[in-house]
């Protein structure tokens, strides 16, 4: 393909969006910044999205990713939404520091959201600046890509630039800006928007466009919006489960943070575990913590059970009608969830038949590793070799407190392994697959922020970034990005930083 120059051309953005009716958004321009740089650009996202690297790496491609000039053929919006905050509904949220560019067809045909974040004030900025701060937007490129290499749906990391802007928080920090692309930014909290405003019209016209856009098979049977709510809910049972099984904690899964369409969404203080402990919580804003590790599955039934709301009056004529419809649809997440849990679980533990004794077997592991503030990546990955090598047990043995613990478990497990008919190698390259050897871990996520942030130095960004690239490899030479943390090492607390 000859390289693409014209920026016009480069940027073929179509926006379907800014196309359903004035208030759904607020047409507006990024604020403009002093001097841009650009810290990393995402080279195969940015081929996968049609657009050329080499042209956006250039001065007239930064000041686009920067939000100094805007395409041609932009629409710059700022996305209106609602959303329980903690559990408490607030009817006004928006993008009040993010602006959407417009939407790209990727080489695959799929429509993708292209987004500024941090571009500048808009009308939903309440007392904010609309600015980010250079370390939350490296938090946010480092973490959502490792989510992409784990295989989970997330949005996309496809730049971040600097502004050479200072933003306040508690004290003078550097400016950035991250360009997000997501399959749409439609959140719960955007249908909760027209329904705390009784907009049922609105409700159906953004229903559609979400079907049009991510739910297409909903289109044709005879109630598309009951059919849309169970695909969003299985969708995000199945989002929930990947997350759990890989050891992360979203942080704020208020409803304005959830996206319809299933993928992870806004990276605040979200945090990997290291030891196994099902209550754990990072989030400093998450003081009782409502959106600890393990209350995820039972947090998203709840936001679902709030989309369910909004849509009762697309869902029934009778009210009575509606609200059954609604509950027997939010009743289908638990199924859905632990269909895709269990089914992780097993491959994580080397098991290809369901037996109906897996979960039980998986549970009693998670429960000997929180009580033995066993590694949770770690005790995983190690059992892919003590899957083929019982030599290996000392190694997988040494992440418990207390070693023994763990003996009785692997006899139940060895047992249960024998049943099947795998050969080791197999057994061993399917686990290695399932099980991560590199996530990004909070104190070396935390390393490359100060490095940033503190000396001007993204080489450990750079370096992070390649590892959880390829999260399953063994990459020796990275070795200590393995480890967990020493105690002097732990971050006990994440922060959101807007
Ligand atoms: P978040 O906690 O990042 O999901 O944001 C919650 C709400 O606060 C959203 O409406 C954001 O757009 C808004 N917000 C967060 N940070 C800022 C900021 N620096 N300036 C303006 N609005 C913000
Ligand atoms: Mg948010």
């Not at 740089?37 to 080279?43: G, H, S, Y």
């Amino acid at each position: 393909m000859a390289p693409q120059t014209d920026l016009v051309n480069l940027f073929a953005l179509d926006n379907s969006y800014a196309r359903l009716a004035e208030r759904f958004f607020s047409r507006v321009k990024p604020t403009s910044v002093a001097a841009p740089r650009l810290i990393r650009l995402n080279e195969k996202l940015a081929w996968q999205l049609g657009l050329a690297p080499d042209a956006l790496v250039r001065p007239e491609g930064i000041e686009i990713l920067s939000g100094n000039r805007v395409p041609e053929n932009a629409e710059p919006i700022a996305m209106a939404y609602a959303g329980h905050q903690f559990g408490n509904f607030v009817p006004q949220l928006g993008d009040g520091r993010a602006i959407l560019l417009g939407e790209i067809i990727d080489r695959d045909g799929r429509r993708r959201d292209i987004q500024l974040k941090g571009a500048g004030r808009t009308p939903y900025s309440r007392g904010g600046d609309g600015r980010a701060a250079l370390g939350p937007v490296l938090r946010e490129y480092l973490v959502s890509e490792a989510m992409a290499a784990l295989g989970t749906p997330t949005t996309r990391a496809l730049a971040a630039v600097t502004t050479g802007d200072t933003v306040w928080r508690e004290s003078p920090l550097p400016g950035a800006i991250f360009v997000r692309v997501a399959s749409s930014h439609i959140r719960v909290g955007t249908f909760q928007f027209f329904a705390a405003r009784g907009d049922v019209d609105g409700i159906r016209i953004l229903a559609d466009h979400v079907i049009g856009r991510h739910y297409q098979h909903c289109a044709g049977v005879p109630n598309r919006y009951r059919a849309l709510l169970d695909a969003i809910i299985k969708r995000q049972a199945e989002l929930v489960a990947k997350w759990l099984l890989v050891g992360f904690i979203h942080g704020v899964m208020n409803t304005d943070n959830m996206s319809v369409a299933g993928e992870t969404i806004d990276y605040g203080p979200c945090a990997f575990m290291d030891a196994y402990h099902p209550e754990m919580v990072y989030s400093s804003i998450d003081r009782k913590g409502r959106y600890a590790f393990g209350n995820q599955p039972r947090i998203a039934q709840w936001n679902l059970a709030r989309l369910a709301e909004t849509l009762l009056p697309l869902l029934a004529e009778d009210g009575n009608a509606a609200i059954k419809e609604a509950e027997a649809s939010i009743e289908m997440f638990s199924a859905h969830f632990e269909a895709a849990y269990t089914a992780g679980l097993r491959g994580k533990l080397g098991l290809l038949q369901p037996h109906s004794h897996d979960l039980r077997l998986a549970q009693d592991l998670l429960d000997c590793m929180s009580a033995n503030n066993a590694d949770f990546t770690l005790t995983f990955r190690r059992l892919c070799d003590s899957a083929v090598n019982p030599e290996s047990d000392d190694s997988l043995r040494s992440l418990f407190k207390d070693p023994n613990a763990l003996d009785d478990w692997m006899k139940r497990w060895r047992h249960r392994l024998a049943e099947e008919s795998v050969t080791a190698n197999a057994r061993r390259v399917a686990m290695r697959g399932a099980n991560p050897l590199f996530i990004p871990r909070n104190h070396l996520v935390e390393e490359a922020i100060v490095a940033a942030v503190n000396n001007g130095d993204f080489q450990p960004f750079e370096t992070l970034l390649a590892v959880i690239s390829a999260p399953h490899e063994d990459q020796p030479e990275f070795g200590r990005h393995a480890l967990p943390p020493r105690s002097e090492q732990i971050v006990t607390h994440t922060f959101c930083g807007t």
